[in-house]
């Protein structure tokens, strides 16, 4: 992995993110996989971070320490992106959960062992079954369906601890899972552990990533209310999200 310049977190709403590319965020993480192997330690957390979990922040102070303990925050969204450039700071783009899994993938084939975790039964291991198609190289340490009871939360542990990925993907939903990585981060047994949110739903083929054409036109939010309108509660944050950055114009600088 070449190495990389990590930068300092910028500020966006009181929330620390940093401001790089995929190709950047692959090679971190891939050289804290590479370290790992060396001199073990704790779990390395990456959170994607997304305008509703910004916005929870703002009102969520167990949240907001977390993101600030987090080791990798990336900016998946546009309205993240949109929020940071209108502090002043320079984010070069949007990092999404399913763009790095995808990237690490590939950079890790034949060499990092994933271990999926969450979405509903079946889902980790057609997930697993998709990517070891388009990756053929990849090995996967273990997967694991999301919804265990709280006093099964020990056996889930053990089970990724024993398989001993190098990375961990975790979708319990937002934020639930990442308080599950910060809360297991010295028992997890994994380099490197990351919430992904719908990803499995996506790469398993239960979901279907927005077209390119949603994507460009910042659009991905109206595709996946059509695929899940059970959201459309929660996606009334993105209005008042959009109506907090407006009002707070421009703070920081680049
Ligand atoms: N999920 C889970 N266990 C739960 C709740 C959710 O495994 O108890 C999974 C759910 O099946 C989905 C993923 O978490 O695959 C993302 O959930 P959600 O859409 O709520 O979160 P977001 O994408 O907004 O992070």
Redesign the pocket.
Known sequence: MPAVDFPEKKEIMGVGVHPLTLGEAVAIIGNWIEQRKDDGGATRQVVTL?A??LFRAQGDPALRGLLRQADLVVPDGHGVVWAGRRSGYRIPERVTGIDLINSLAEAGENRWSFYL????PG?AEDAAINLQRAYPGLIVAGTG????DPAETPAVIRRIRDAAPDLLLV???????EFFIRDHRQELGAAVAM???????VLSG??RRAPALFRELHLEWLYRLIQ?PS?WR?MLVLPRFAWTVLLKGRGGKG
Request: without cysteine; glycine residues 20%.
């Open positions: 997304n509703e979990m975790l969450g979405s509903a889902v369906h999301g919804y265990f979708a319990l939903g937002s934020p639930r899972q919430g992904v949110g719908g990803s499995l739903d239960r979901l899940e959201r929660r």
